[in-house]
């Protein structure tokens, strides 16, 4: 017999670096249909040491990576037992971990998140569920998104459900299956341009409004051999760092002009990717916070109703579909949607430690 109401901590850290975000959630399901409350949450910023070292990671070697993983494991561990010991949170079902994605190549068979080691229970002292990704692509899929059962089971009043964080990706019912995939980049590009003018990130995209539109630079991103394939399909920051910073590098236009246009770009990939542009869309993740980039969705998009939900939900939805897959992990059930990521079978994702 299954339990009505489960109480977890739900961890994510995103591709855009923007911090760990923590929540504490109590989730409750009768007859079938889940409900959710978030209670406390944190989003902890990375000291400027994590930060230098999580974004040159990608070109470590073997064995550097084992070293970063366990560093990170410990790290994240104490972060989330500091998060437990400040609130006062007991008699915790379990906490419920992404780690952060440093490699991810499932065409390759291959992705990698940090922070997942076996030795982060000990750390906490609590339940772990972690490491969802990597028993997809053994099973042939892209380990991404994983996010899209969530929106089924929690936001299905929502036509599409889009979350705009380091990528954008979105979930949707197509012929009464969900889909989802990464439509672009968005933080991971954004903030690069954000630090080098001195700023962690742009604000209300408002050094990107300054800019201008160029043209050229915005045919050739749209024309990028990803957007053409079809899904499920998905993105890591190898494709920022190999292939789409090089081609906005070779313009000579200034900071500004190239956040301008890769706005426009993120929203017209946003439009091109909905069958369907009638309906509410959710928007969460940090870039719901960019009115620039709202408002060129809205403009590709006329049609479509954006909803930006409460300030939790908004921040913390990656963290609270997260404690939803560890839950369902606790219960055996399906966690990971085959025609989502293309898996052999829909399956039931994640280490217990």
Known sequence: ??????????????????????????????EGKWSYTILESETVSYPSYWLNKLKV???????ELTQLNEEYTEFLGDIIKSFIDTYHIQNLDAVCSHGHTI???PQNGFTLQIGNLPIIATIINRKVVCDFRVQDVKLGGQGAPLVPIGDRILFSEHKYCLNLGGFSNVSFEE???????????????????????GLDYDDKGTMARFGRLNSELLNELNTLNYYKKP?????????????????????????????????????????????NKQGKILITGGGAYNDFLIERMQFHLPKIQIIIPDNKTLEYKEALIFGLLGVLKLRGEVNVLS?????????SSGEIY
């Open 1 to 30: 017999m299954f339990k009505e109401t489960y109480n977890v901590i739900g961890v994510m850290s995103g591709t855009s670096l923007d911090g760990i975000d923590l929540a504490h959630i109590h989730f409750t399901v009768f």
């Open 339 to 347: 025609s989502v990521t293309g898996a052999r079978e829909n399956h």
């Open 103 to 105: 490699l991810h190549q």
């Open 175 to 197: 012929h009464s299956k969900r889909v989802a995939f990464d439509i672009s980049p968005v933080n991971t590009v954004l903030n690069f341009y954000a630090n080098q003018l």
């Open 231 to 275: 899904f499920p399909k998905s993105l890591g920051f190898e494709f920022v760092k190999e292939i789409v910073l090089p081609l906005i590098e070779k313009y000579s236009i200034s900071i500004e002009d190239k956040m301008h246009t890769f706005t426009e770009h993120i929203a017209l990939q946003t439009s091109l990717s909905l069958p």
């Open 57 to 63: 990671a990608v070109s470590f070697s073997a064995e």
